[in-house]
Each structure stands twice: as structure tokens, then as C-alpha cells.
């Protein structure tokens, strides 16, 4: 399908909606509401902080290193031929020691742009690029201007919208942090106080939860009788809740029903068996965090089938320090991510009716410092103030997002970092309610709006 | 009743009124005692307690002795990692349980001295005595229920929110 036949459709598929209220599965109705285009949403913050020049544009080391070799080290992502030469983003090639020298094979035959659109220069509009700004950009559609790194954000995320208006349940919206540094165990609802705890998602940073800290206070954690046993816990404890009712003075929970809360322990004991048994859903290569926690976030999903999941990868980052590793890391990031679709397609449930969206938190330098890594090459920190921080791209595939579609290029930069919460919004069918709560920055925009 | 008598009789009537009077004047007692709200016992916990004194103080009541700092370190990742504090500390508390360190009394003792098992339990964890209330239910929940053991009772006041709070 054409572009312009695309947008036409979709415009009739709009004005058709637009005047008949949608019932949502939830049961709420309301003249705002609008079929939801999707079941599912994975949300990838490609994180850690991405140069344009070694995503989208293909320049491997031609924009970086003053070495004429350019290519494409995300071919699970993207369309375009790797590099021929100076290969330092792969496996190691112990036999030749070569640090990098084996490519990872492709997991999809089809990369995901010729499959979904991509806006391939999207910009971070403002602030300071930073992990936290640019995660809490991402969930909430709006710049963290003022914000600390040690405070919820301070607009609703996209998880509150969903719950509050679209009624979601608490086990329906997840977000899979690559850890607990960086406040990610905040993210998961905002301070706003006509939203917040009572509308979060649940969180879960696997590697920690399955990783040391939670193998020596989690596993193999006691299991009580539900009749016999955890009913007379549970009638004591109401009891003593009861008798303690000043408002808001719990423990601070995510309303999840019991059965919920059930279903998360249960989840929690499944998974340590699957790690003692080695039978996580991990990518065929697993030798960095991020592709662990996109294992782990393959549990999550094939376990409560979410509707909305977020989840954060940061190995980039080490472009701090390496720019070697930096290479191998993002080549492993499109691994994952790829590994990730595919198997996503595999869950009952979730396949073909899930669409994903990958995009990263913000990017990084144009200029290097001076840290050389074993090949010499210029590490890459990301500054605030540095105009290529602010270049950042879009990926939508799956169901509402058009197989093939470019929308914008480097010469006309299109969308914002705001997009994906009105966006999801869009999927969801409830997206004039969330814009109408006027809590959005004013460049947000559903990327369906921008096509 | 000639009319002087009528009048003697009014007159005394009146003076009488007149005395009562003088005799009935309301007196003002003031005190100097505050009126005073009555408040829940546990009323005056408002503050939660952070993750960290939460474990400390959980570690402490059912092991019977202080944490240490790297393993109270890694019980805050673990607890940190989970977003539903609720579900976390229920997992927490219940690993501890299945434990066997963990310090709890017999099930003969509960069975033989009930009321000094629930004041001692609310002295635990809660730092107050029981209101006769809450002890008379504890003591009939007690004695309802034969399969209630000690370590269930722990469990629930462990993870109550009172417990959370200080």
C-alpha cells in the first residue's frame, strides 16, 4: 500500500469511528474513545543512548572513527548490508583473536522497518539528555524539565492512562527494567495526584528479582496452604488492617487484585525453577544484561500476556569508556529486540495482534572523548546541550502500523520523543481522552497524526 | 384568710423565691484540663517506614538479631525489584519463614497461654499492648481455629501496616 493510500484508508477508518463511541473491552464508553487498533503493546526503550550515525544511518565507523567503513550492524531492525571490514561488533573470534569478528546471524528474515514504519529522525525536543529524562519522556509524553533523579515522574505515564481510563488491570501494564540504578523502580507511576499509585504498573527488574539479591531472599520462598494456611493469614491480617485505617497509611501495593498478587508469586517461583533449570527464553546469544532482561521480559509476557509492556535495555552506554563495546552491545541490542518480535509472534495470545515500538531514550555526542578503547577507536559520551543527543528514531510494527512506511528523513526531521504515549494512547482507543488531560508536552502528537 | 395573713403569706413567698435565687447561682469550675480527642492506639503511627527500616526491623523481630549490612543490602534490591511492595515483602517474609532460623514460639505455648502470646505479639511487632478488643478477638481466633499456628500469626502481624509504620 502507498503512503498516500495508507493515510486515506486511515483517515476513513477515522472519520468512520470518530462518531460512535467505542465500548472498551474494559466496559467503559465514552464519545472519546475509538476502536483500539491492537491488543498488545511492547514498548522497547532502546536505551543507553544511540548515535543516529551508527543506527539508522548505517555509518558504523565512517562518522566516528575517521575509518572509511560504513554498514549496518542492526539488520534485525533495519534494512541495509553490514560492513566488509573491520569487524569488531560480534562474537569473538577466539581462533583468530579477534575481539568481535563474528557477526551474529540475523533472527528475522524480514527486518522489522520493511515490516512496520520507521520515523528514522525523531528529535528529543528538550532538556538535558539523560537516562532518567529520557526513560521518563518516554512513558509519560512529557519533558522531565524539573525533575530529580530520585522523584517519580512528575506526569502521568502511559501506564496511569491506561489503567485510570482505559481500565486496565494491574497485571495487564509492566514495566521490565534493566535494573534498580537510575530510579528505574520509580517509573512505573508518576506523582500526579489525580493519578499515581493507584493507577502503576507492576515493575520488575528481573536480573535483580532472579539474580543474587533475590536468590537469597526470594527462592524457594515458603509456600502456604491457600486454604488451610494463607486464608488464616490473610483473615489475621485484615483484621489488623482494619484496625489501623488511617487513609493512605499501607503498604504501599499496586492495587492488584488477589488473584493478581497470586499470579505474580506464582510467576516468581516458576521463573527461579526456570533459571535453576536453564530453560529461561534467553536470545541465542545472552552474554550481555540487556539480552537477559529481554529473556526474562519473554517470561513476563508468556506468563500474564500484558496488554502494555515497557521495557528498558542500557548496555550502550558503555560508550562512556569503549567504543568496541559500544558496537557489540548495540548489535546485540537488535538481537534482542529481534529475538524478541519473533517470539512474541509464538505466544498464544499475543501473536499477530501485538504491535511493538522501539525507539531509544535519546543519543549521544557528535564529538568523541578521549578515552581509546583496545581498537583505538573514541569513546562517546552524550552531553547535555549536544544537538546530536537530540536525534533519536522511531519503530512501529505490528498491527496499526503500516508495513514499509518512512516517514521523514535527516533533512526533515518528523516526530518528537513525546509521540509514543499519544500513540499508544491511539492503539488503545483512548486517545483524545488522554490528550484532553492536558498533561502532554505540547509537541506530543500520535505518530499516526504525523504520517 | 383575712387579707393581712394574704399578704404575711405572698410576702414570704417572695422572699423565699429571692433566697433560692441567690442560692441556685451557677458556679464555673474551670480545671485547666484541655478537652482532648480520643484517638485509635496505634493513631499516632502516621510515618511509613523506608525500605530499609522495614527490613531491619522485620529481620530483627523474626530472627532476634540485627541484620547484617550485606545481606540487608541485597533483601533491598531484591525488595526494590518488585513493584507491589505488598507482593514483595508477602515473598520476602515468607523465604524468612522457610528459613528455620527464624525465632518463634511453640505451638504448646501459644495453646497453653494465649492472652501472653498476643500481648507478647503486639509488644513485637506493633511496640503497644493489645486493646481488649483486639485481644479478646485474637483469643477467640486462637481458639477457633486448631490449625493456627505461631508462625502465621508472625506472618500477619510481620506484613500489617501497622507494622510498616512508625
Known amino acids: ?451 | 384568710m383575712n387579707m393581712l395573713t394574704f399578704y404575711k403569706r405572698v410576702g414570704l413567698f417572695l422572699m423565699l423565691i429571692l433566697f433560692m435565687g441567690w442560692g441556685c447561682k451557677e458556679e464555673s469550675y474551670v480545671y485547666e484540663v484541655n478537652d482532648v480527642d480520643i484517638s485509635p492506639i496505634n493513631s499516632t503511627k502516621n510515618k511509613p517506614k523506608t525500605e530499609a527500616q522495614y527490613i531491619s526491623v522485620l529481620y530483627t523481630n523474626l530472627f532476634q538479631e540485627a541484620i547484617g549490612p550485606n545481606r540487608m543490602l541485597e533483601a533491598l534490591a531484591a525488595i526494590q525489584s518488585i513493584g507491589d511492595k505488598r507482593v514483595a515483602y508477602d515473598i520476602l517474609v515468607s523465604k524468612y519463614m522457610a528459613d528455620g532460623q527464624v525465632v518463634l514460639p511453640s505451638e504448646e505455648d501459644m495453646r497453653a497461654d494465649p492472652e501472653a502470646f498476643v500481648r507478647d505479639t503486639y509488644r513485637r511487632f506493633l511496640i503497644r499492648q493489645p486493646t481488649e478488643a483486639e485481644l479478646q478477638w485474637m483469643l477467640n481466633y486462637i481458639e477457633s481455629r486448631p490449625n493456627l499456628t505461631p508462625e502465621l500469626v508472625y506472618f500477619s502481624f510481620a506484613t500489617s501496616n501497622e507494622h510498616f509504620h512508625y
Open chain 1, 1 to 451: 500500500m502507498k503512503r498516500r493510500d495508507f493515510i486515506k484508508k486511515a483517515g476513513l477508518a477515522t472519520a468512520a469511528t470518530a462518531g460512535f463511541p467505542y465500548i472498551l473491552p474494559s466496559g467503559l464508553l465514552s464519545a472519546q474513545t475509538t476502536a483500539p487498533l491492537t491488543d498488545h503493546v511492547v514498548f522497547v526503550l532502546f536505551a543507553g543512548g544511540v548515535r543516529q550515525q551508527e543506527a539508522v544511518l548505517k555509518r558504523y565507523l565512517a562518522d566516528s572513527q575517521e575509518e572509511d567503513v560504513e554498514g549496518n550492524i542492526m539488520y534485525n531492525l533495519l534494512t541495509g548490508a553490514p560492513p566488509e571490514s573491520k569487524i569488531a561488533y560480534g562474537l569473538d573470534d577466539a581462533a583468530n583473536n579477534i575481539v568481535g569478528g563474528i557477526p551474529i546471524d540475523p533472527v528475522l528474515q524480514t527486518p522489522l522497518d520493511q515490516l512496520g514504519t520507521l520515523f528514522p529522525e525523531v528529535r528529543f525536543s528538550k532538556g538535558g539528555a539523560g537516562h532518567y529524562n529520557g526513560l521518563a519522556t518516554g512513558i509519560s509524553g512529557n519533558y522531565a524539565l524539573a525533575q530529580g533523579l530520585r522523584s517519580r515522574p512528575a506526569s502521568p505515564t502511559i501506564f496511569e492512562y491506561l489503567r485510570r481510563h482505559a481500565g486496565f488491570d494491574a497485571t495487564d501494564c509492566w514495566y521490565v527494567g534493566a535494573g534498580i540504578g537510575m530510579s528505574r523502580p520509580l517509573l512505573n507511576y508518576s506523582n500526579d495526584p489525580e493519578y499515581g499509585r493507584r493507577y502503576g504498573a507492576n515493575f520488575l527488574a528481573p536480573q535483580t528479582t532472579f539474580g543474587t539479591p533475590g536468590m537469597n531472599h526470594f527462592m524457594d520462598f515458603k509456600n502456604y496452604h491457600p486454604e488451610t494456611e494463607w486464608s488464616m493469614i490473610q483473615e489475621m491480617r485484615h483484621f489488623l488492617n482494619s484496625n489501623y485505617v488511617e487513609e493512605g497509611l499501607e503498604i504501599p501495593h499496586l492495587y492488584n487484585r488477589p488473584d493478581e498478587q497470586d499470579s505474580i508469586k506464582e510467576f516468581v517461583r516458576a521463573t527461579f525453577e526456570k533459571v535453576e533449570q536453564g530453560q529461561v527464553a534467553l536470545p541465542p546469544v545472552n552474554d550481555n544484561g540487556d539480552l537477559k532482561t529481554l529473556g526474562f521480559t519473554l517470561e513476563v509476557l508468556s506468563w500474564f500476556k500484558p496488554k502494555i509492556t515497557v521495557v528498558d535495555l542500557t548496555n550502550i552506554d558503555v560508550c562512556h569508556g569503549s567504543y568496541t563495546n559500544y558496537l557489540k552491545n548495540l548489535h546485540r541490542a537488535d538481537h534482542g529486540v529481534g529475538f524478541l518480535w519473533r517470539e512474541i509472534q509464538r505466544i498464544p495470545g499475543m501473536a499477530n495482534n501485538t504491535t511493538m515500538i522501539v525507539m531509544p531514550e535519546h543519543g549521544r555526542d557528535q564529538d568523541p572523548n578521549p578515552i581509546q578503547d583496545i581498537n583505538d577507536w573514541y569513546a562517546y559520551d552524550h552531553s547535555t546541550g549536544n544537538e546530536n543527543t537530540r536525534r533519536i528514531f522511531t519503530l512501529m510494527v505490528g498491527p496499526g502500523a503500516e508495513a514499509g512506511l518512512t516517514v521523514g528523513d535527516q533533512d526533515n526531521p518528523v516526530g518528537d520523543a513525546t509521540d509514543v504515549v499519544p500513540t499508544i494512547a491511539e492503539l488503545f482507543g483512548i486517545k483524545q481522552i488522554v490528550e484532553s488531560q492536558g498533561r502532554l508536552d505540547g509537541n506530543a502528537r500520535s505518530m499516526f497524526d504525523r504520517m
